[in-house]
């Protein structure tokens, strides 16, 4: 099985860019040790405090916060960092050529179950001409992503990884210590009869979505015309790795639940990387009216409505939109 770096370097991947990625990696392989030894290491459970969004913090959030932070900004090839536990973001190396988002932990509240988890990260270019703790460095559009992946901390540690030439599946070897290429070009294939949603939100969403799930919920006596079935593990980094290996629809609408976050998920830490994985893999990624990668950010820790997956299904929900 074949290593990431002849991997990156036969897709022509710059060589910092890949050092840069290792680094990153290895700081998810320590992760995810401490993930796997859970209560052993005492890394579950809350601390006192919250983030800038008002959200209890886990410890892991914080533990995989600082590791990532202190490894990335030590590389030397990034001029700034923004992740969803940091209020502001945090400068790196002036000369720095890359930016990275991250949500160091996505799926906080399956800490405590042993269940699914993972982190998100995306790389974007940093421009020359702004300093290093210029907010606006971040403010680009997915389609400037020059790298984006997540790490999944289940049953085992698995990557996927796009820089654009395909999105691969890698699974961790902790006999070799490195991630190892166990899927090559990934492939969501366009039709599915899977969907992925918290219902317990359906009452709050806007009336185009409400529309497409009734239909969907009729089933085979419906205008679709065909049964589906419903799967959500609460992190979208589960969500998501289920729709990359056997296709789905995976959306979390805008809602009304709570008139100050209209919207659940962030752009630039999960919403963004995500987006690209899922093209890259022949899927597509909408808010239901325009492409996600094409939004250009106003603030590092926006939100943002996000449908995503299986390409005939995410345009059959886009159609209930322009309805
Ligand atoms: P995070 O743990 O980084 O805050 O993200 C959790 C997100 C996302 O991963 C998941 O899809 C969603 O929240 C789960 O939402 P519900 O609480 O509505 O199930
Ligand atoms: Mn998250
Ligand atoms: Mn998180």
Redesign the pocket.
Known sequence: MRRISPVLQQDGVEPELIALLKTILAACREISFRVSQGELAGVLGSTLGENIQG?TQKKL?VIANELLKEVILETGVVKAISS?EEDHIVAGNPQGKYLVTF?P??????TDINSL?GTIFSILPADPAKAPDDASLFLQPGTAQVAAGYVLYGPSTMLALTTGHGTRLYTLDNTYGGFLLTGDQAAIPKYTTEFAL?M??QRFWQEPMQRYVADLLLGKTGPRGKNFNMR??????G?VHRVLCRGGI?A?PRDTKDSTKPD???LM??ANPMSFLVEQAGGISSTGYERIMEIIPTDIHQRVAVILGSKHEVETCIGYHKA
């Open positions: 959200e959030d969803e949500d932990l996505d799926g906080s509240s399956n988890i918290n317990s939100n959500w593990i609460a992190a979208m980094v969500d995976f979390y659940k998920l962030r830490y999960e």
